[in-house]
């Protein structure tokens, strides 16, 4: 079955614009976590959507928002881009909320200039 | 709140040999999830290995087990008989047990040599 696709794969933008990030998930996973790697921060939590309801939250600005649809589809999106709003944005989907078992996509990589 | 520490930037291994990655964790909770996740070139996070904190039998998977010692708060990654297809950057992460706090280690990136 396919996997979890993230487009585009690769983005830049310029600061101070906005950007949409779209997340699929496997098919039946009603789950999908979106996150930040960077190398100086590392891997870190944005938030989490389960059954169209956000039901985490990591500690990001407000810039930083999402949603996700009935169909299970996720997006993210950034406004008000900084230069520090470069990285790779991952996401993973689950079957349920809690995402012992998640699977990743292969990521958008977001260059801001 | 919880951090996850993983003290080797990088480590090589010869091809066939074993090679043991380092993770420390630090949380009050007692039920929690640990985890090892591979990131290849290709970015894609690939799940290597979880470990429930209430079981106290280390997992394994094929050539990938875990050394979990949960006094000590300690999650090592042991792969045997190394590939060159195991190079990748690891990562140690944690998850407690509400699916909440879903916390990554710096990684170690593992060179397999020929």
């Known amino acids: 079955k396919a996997g979890v696709t993230q487009t585009p794969r690769y983005l830049i933008k310029t600061r101070g614009q906005q950007v949409t990030l779209s997340c699929s998930p496997i098919?039946?996973?009603?789950?999908v976590s979106w996150y930040q790697q960077t190398p100086g921060q590392g891997l870190q939590f944005l938030f989490e959507y389960f059954s169209e309801t956000q039901r985490n939250k990591g500690n990001f600005p407000g810039r930083f928002s999402g949603r996700q649809f009935s169909n299970s589809r996720s997006e993210m999106n950034v406004s008000t881009l900084e230069l520090g709003d470069s990285a790779l944005y991952l996401c993973?989907?689950?079957?349920?909320?809690?995402?012992?078992?998640?699977?990743f996509g292969q990521g958008t990589r977001l260059t801001v200039v | 709140a919880q951090t996850v520490t993983q003290s080797q930037p990088e480590m090589s291994v010869q091809e066939a040999e074993t090679v043991t990655l380092s993770c420390t964790y630090d949380t009050s909770e007692s039920d929690y999830y640990l985890f090892w996740y591979k990131q290849p070139p290709s970015r894609q996070m690939i799940l290597v290995i979880r470990?429930?904190?209430?079981?106290?039998q280390n997992a394994t998977e094929n050539r990938f087990s875990v050394n979990f010692q949960k006094a000590a708060k300690s999650f090592s990654l042991k792969i045997s008989d190394s590939q060159l297809g195991d190079a990748a950057m690891y990562f140690c992460a944690y998850m407690d047990n509400y699916g909440q706090n879903f916390v990554f280690g710096p990684g170690t990136r593992l060179s397999v040599l020929p």
């Open positions: 993973a989907s689950s079957r349920w909320a809690m995402n012992t078992e998640a699977f």
């Open positions: 470990q429930e904190a209430y079981k106290q």
């Open positions: 098919s039946g996973h009603r789950s």
